[in-house]
């Protein structure tokens, strides 16, 4: 072998070297397990991870939940809905809210309407701030569950990023629990929004 007859019968010596050829083609030699490892540099494959990227939802602590049934009151359902800025700031809100519910009475998602976001344009949240405010559903037809569609963009405190928000939560008014629904049930609320609304 040429490595050996100019560098002697060192076998550290000899993998020395053979280590320093690998480096200039980019791969690497693992001495422990007599392996020759592939160094990649795709360019295509490196993600930048941005610092305090924010992560905009209706926050999903258990002490405070994010959409919350407070009361009912002269025929009305009165709920909160608290929304968190995880990971980072953010700012610059166009959101939009709408409600459905099951009745209880048909067995079948009704459309309630837009809710009022009071999240816009000039507001913005640090990191990990959150922010909530009440809204009301008509109890017309009784019902047990809500869900509330949310979607839309937000930007990072400088300005230089967009990030959406597309997520259906729920709310089940008698155990008063809360989360995100699946897909099936998340697409019947999308189509009946969408017949009532224009996006």
Known sequence: MQIRKDFGDSNYRTEVVIGQILSIQRDSLDIANKRIIKLMHDSGNIKTVLPDQPILKVSDDATDKGLRFIKFE?????????????????????????????????????????????????????????????????????????????????????????????????????????????TSIRSNVLYLVHRFEKD
């Open 74 to 182: 002269d025929n009305v359902n009165h709920y909160r809905i608290n929304f968190v800025s995880f990971d980072g700031g953010s700012c610059c809100y166009k959101l939009k809210i709408s409600g459905v519910v099951l009745d209880s009475t048909l067995g079948q998602l009704t459309y309630k309407g837009p809710i009022k976001n009071m999240l816009d344009e000039t507001d913005n949240l640090a990191k990990y701030e959150s922010t909530a405010w009440a809204f009301m559903i008509n109890n017309t037809h009784p019902y047990d569950w809500l869900y509330v569609w949310v979607r839309g963009t937000y930007g990072d405190r400088d300005g230089t990023h967009n990030y959406h928000i597309d997520q259906v939560y729920y709310n089940r008014k008698g155990a008063n629990t809360f989360g995100t629904v699946g």
